[in-house]
């Protein structure tokens, strides 16, 4: 009973929001609270692949994946077919009822695919904040130890404990304290502020680590390889490789959160091979299954076997239509060769702004890889955050039908993360309409935000 496709080519056919979603958003102001603040000018009614279809017939670009998450696109006609024949034969039992060999098999994929050698055991969760506290959960029992460190700029999540992770204050801190005890903030490395090299940041890292911490009461470190919402920061080469090697040498566990980063998304499985280190624990979510919600953390088997029998649990995590939907996600990515689709990706994004950094130096630094890439834009003199630019930018771009997002601890980073399936025709559409709007605005102030 398959539909036609739907067109991959962008299209307006009303003002935007058209007539339906302004109503739609009408009734969303009474019964949502203002907490949710969907960014785009419409309602969705489909997606496939590059292309968002509202309810009033417009046609977007979607640069955001949904955040990350449908790498393969929000319609891949085989998680569909996965999920429908799950869902004929059971929704729900709870694996800790029941379990069902389909969990099992996905934690089996899960241990070929990492980058941890060795026997790997996985548990399967349902949002990468609950994996985040899992993995630190995992690492207290099994270090004997409480504390935890993370990074400025990182973002693992809006739990109280992940809240407490998470680096910037707005939106996701204020106003919601007290936090989880324990976690303690380090420096990291941010190449283009803070111009040290990977060795420097990380003897900086480390020596507040242990002046502040102490690595005898330290369980865990939790880092992104590639830092996210606090801006695609990617650090400089050599520092996670000494922090990790810090970390081992110190009874210290090493959890990589790949919950954006991971599944193909910067051009390898996992953005720790990249980065050529081996955590201990790595947290997934986002990509892992063609859009339905299923988290996992997947570590050594010695890590993950510290914990009591019935320490690990919850009533969905590993629901077995998510996990129907990741066996046939995590298929379709080797099928579809889409490491080589995302590298290239991160060629196109970063080719098109080099040329529109050339005549414009807003674009301060162009980081990221893969089909995780941003630009950072500053004023070119004291390099302060333009965040009211790229905050005007993504605005105008959604209104011209291009789904676009931002990042950055300072708001003034435009970040892209395409589905990898996406066209390269529509692709460079996309970055055309953003880089337009641009342009535009060249001969404004550089106000500062
Ligand atoms: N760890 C590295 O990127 C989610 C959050 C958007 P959940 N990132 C998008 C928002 O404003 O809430 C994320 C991440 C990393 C953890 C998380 C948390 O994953 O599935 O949103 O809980």
């Not at 000018?41 to 955040?67: C, H, K, Q, W, Y």
């Not at 799950?86 to 029941?98: A, G, W």
């Not at 055991?121 to 504390?147: D, F, H, M, P, Y």
């Not at 400089?236 to 922090?243: D, N, R, S």
Request: a negative charge; proline letters at 6%; aromatic letters at 6%.
């Amino acid at each position: 009973m398959s539909r036609a496709p739907l067109e991959q080519s962008r299209k307006l056919v009303t003002e935007l929001p058209g007539p339906k979603a302004r109503q739609l958003r009408e009734q969303l102001a009474t019964y949502v609270p203002k907490a949710l603040s969907p960014s785009t000018p419409a309602f969705a009614s489909r997606t496939e692949g590059g292309i968002m279809e509202d309810v009033d017939g417009n046609r977007f670009i979607d640069l955001g994946s949904g955040i990350a998450v449908t790498t393969i696109g929000a319609s891949h006609p085989k998680v569909v077919e996965a999920v429908q024949r799950q869902v004929e034969d059971f929704t729900h039992t709870c694996f800790m009822v029941t379990p069902y060999e389909s969990y099992v098999q996905l934690a089996k994929r899960l241990d070929e695919l990492v980058p941890i050698s060795g026997q790997t055991r996985s548990v399967l969760l349902n949002s990468g904040a609950e994996a985040v506290e899992n993995a630190v959960k995992i690492a207290r029992a099994s270090t004997g130890k409480q504390a935890v460190a993370a990074f400025d700029h990182a973002y693992h999540g809006r739990t109280t404990l992940t809240m407490g992770l998470t680096a910037k204050n707005m939106p996701y801190k204020e106003s919601f304290g007290p936090f989880a005890p324990e976690v303690y903030r380090v420096p990291g490395s941010y190449p283009f502020r803070d111009g040290l090299s990977g060795d420097q940041a990380a003897a900086r890292t480390i020596e507040a680590l242990e002046s502040q911490v102490g690595a005898h009461n330290l369980a865990a470190v939790i880092m992104e390889p590639i830092q996210g919402e606090g801006g695609f920061i990617v650090p400089a080469e050599g520092f996670l490789t000494k922090i990790v090697d810090w970390c081992r040498a110190n009874n210290v566990l090493f959890i990589a959160d790949e919950i954006q980063t991971g599944f193909v998304r910067t051009g390898s499985w996992f953005a720790s091979e990249t980065e050529g280190i081996e955590p201990d624990l790595i947290t997934l979510a986002k990509g892992i299954a063609g859009g339905m919600p299923l988290s996992a953390v997947t570590g050594r088997a010695e890590v993950m076997d510290a914990v009591h029998p019935g320490g690990l649990g919850g009533t969905y995590g590993g629901n077995p239509v998510t996990v129907a939907a990741a066996l046939a996600a995590i298929d379709v990515m080797e099928e579809e060769h889409l490491t080589e689709k995302a590298t290239r990706i991160g060629e196109i994004i970063r080719q098109h702004f080099e040329q529109v950094q050339q005549d414009d130096p807003r674009i301060g630094d162009i980081r990221g890889r893969g089909a995780m890439m941003a630009v950072e834009l500053v004023d070119p003199k004291t390099q302060a955050p333009l965040a009211d630019l790229v905050n005007r930018v993504a605005v105008e771009a959604r209104k011209q039908g291009v789904i676009t997002l931002t990042a950055g601890t300072y708001g003034n980073v435009l970040r892209f993360l395409p589905p990898v399936v996406i066209g390269e025709d529509l692709l460079k559409e996309g970055l055309s309409v953003i880089t337009d709007i641009l342009a535009e605005t060249r001969s404004d102030t550089y106000a500062t935000a």
